[in-house]
C-alpha cells in the first residue's frame, strides 16, 4: 500500500471506528443517527473497513448485529485512540460555544411524552445543547458513564449519584379481552 492509500485507507477513519464503539451503546439506527448518517452508509462504512483489514467486527448472523469478539479484543485500545482523539481536537479548537450532548436513559415502560416534551423544550431554549435518549440503561452504566443523567424504575442506594424523585408515575395492568374469559 503506498502512503497516500495508507493515508485514506478505512482504518484510519475514527469515524468508523467512532461508529462501532457507538454500536456498543445503541443500535444500527441510533448510532447512525448520531454520526448524521444512515443505517446504509453506516453499514458500508464498517463493511469496508472490514474488508481492509480482512478482519469481521460484527456477527451478521443476528438482527440486529452485534459486536462480535474480534471487536472486543480491540475495544478497549480503540476507546484510548478515540478518547486521545477527543482531547487533541479539544485542545486545538477555539473555545467557541460547541454543541454539548447529554445521554438520557428512561424505562423503556415509562411514558415519554412529557419528558421528551422537555427535553426539546431545553434543547430549544439552549442552543448549544442536545440530548441522545437511550432505553433501560442501568446504574453501572451511569457510573460508567455510558449515560449522563438516567431515570430509574427505583431509588439507587449508592453514594456515588445523586438521586430524587422525578414525578408521580401510574403503571397500568393490562390483560387481552381473551385472558379476562
Known sequence: MNKLNSLCSKANNLTAWKLLLKL???SLKE???Y???DNAQSSRIISSLEKELDYELLD?????????????ILEKNLALMVEAHEKIL????????QTQWLTFSLPANMGRISILN???????????LRFMIFTDKTIEDLEDGKVD????????EKES?????????????TATPVYLK
Open 24 to 26: 456498543k451503546q445503541s
Open 31 to 33: 448510532a447512525s443517527e
Open 35 to 37: 454520526f448524521g448518517l
Open 60 to 72: 451478521r448472523s443476528h438482527k440486529p448485529y452485534r459486536l462480535n469478539e474480534n471487536f472486543r
Open 90 to 97: 479539544k485542545i486545538t479548537q477555539k473555545e467557541e460555544a
Open 118 to 128: 422537555s427535553l426539546l423544550s431545553l434543547e430549544k431554549e439552549i442552543v448549544d
Open 149 to 156: 443523567i438516567a431515570i430509574l424504575p427505583y431509588k439507587p
Open 161 to 173: 449519584v445523586y438521586a430524587r424523585p422525578l414525578k408521580r408515575n401510574w403503571s397500568f395492568l
